[in-house]
């Protein structure tokens, strides 16, 4: 089945420090990837996609991502973390199934950004 | 545009009670997807629309749960009768669909359900 994984369920960064978010993927062809934001007591917010071109992708907030096809995998950085990004974050696969929308997310890995 | 709107934002009930959660999509949007969230379960997708039908609800637990879409406007979800093991915290998201399915979903700010 095709599907994201997030193999770390918690980070710990120093603020101040570089951040990673990993994301693997198991799809077929070329797929569309997203990352998603949830800061506590609110809803998934969109922080940037992959579709096709440039293996990095800035987004919101300052955080990119590489979309890295021989390891397939769509990890989530950011060069200096804040306190302020500590939440929890999906990896997610957009895609037409049966003719609709559908998308899957990832389990989510929860970031804690300590002062 | 205000998003997506969700009402209401918290829901106390008692076992065995009636609840229904709405929901109000961006305008333009031709999907509308309701998920649970919990510690123990994360992010489930329930049920989800295109143009005001269901397409898909192998999520929806139990015959206890029912969604609708009367309009383009809005949605239900409905919980009777409720039970405890029902308490997460409830999202509706919208959005439209692109070539290749490239558009993300915009979530609202979810209702927080407590069964007692």
């Known amino acids: 089945a095709q599907s994201v994984a997030q193999p770390e369920d918690q980070v710990n960064v120093a603020e101040g420090n570089p951040l990673t978010v990993k994301c693997t993927y198991s799809v077929s062809g070329n797929p569309y990837l997203f990352w998603y934001v949830q800061y506590p007591n609110r809803g998934l917010q969109f922080l940037l996609k992959?579709?096709?071109?440039?293996?990095l992708v800035k987004g919101s907030y300052g955080f990119e991502a590489e979309f890295n096809k021989s390891q397939t995998s769509f990890h989530l950085k950011k060069p200096s973390a804040l306190v302020s990004d500590s939440a929890l974050y999906f990896c997610?696969?957009?895609?037409?199934?049966?003719?609709?929308?559908?998308?899957?997310f990832g389990t989510g890995t929860k970031l804690q950004v300590i002062p | 545009d205000a998003g997506v709107i969700q009402s209401p934002r918290h829901e106390v009930t008692e076992m065995g009670q009636e609840v229904t959660l709405r929901c109000k999509p961006i305008?333009?949007?031709?999907?509308l997807f309701w998920y649970r969230q919990t510690m123990m379960r994360g992010l489930e997708l329930l049920i989800y629309?295109?143009?005001?039908?269901?397409?898909?609800d192998s999520g929806m637990p139990e015959d206890r749960f029912s969604a609708k879409m009367p309009n383009a406007s809005f949605s239900t979800l409905k919980i009777q009768p409720s039970e405890p093991r029902d308490s997460a915290v409830y999202f509706c998201?919208?959005?439209?669909?692109?070539?290749?399915?490239?558009?993300?979903?915009?979530f609202g700010p979810g209702t927080r359900l407590t069964v007692l």
């Open positions: 992959y579709i096709t071109g440039d293996n």
């Open positions: 998201a919208s959005s439209t669909l692109t070539s290749g399915g490239s558009n993300e979903q915009f």
């Open positions: 305008s333009g949007h031709d999907y």
């Open positions: 629309f295109n143009n005001n039908v269901p397409i898909d």
């Open positions: 997610a696969f957009p895609r037409i199934s049966g003719g609709y929308q559908k998308v899957t």
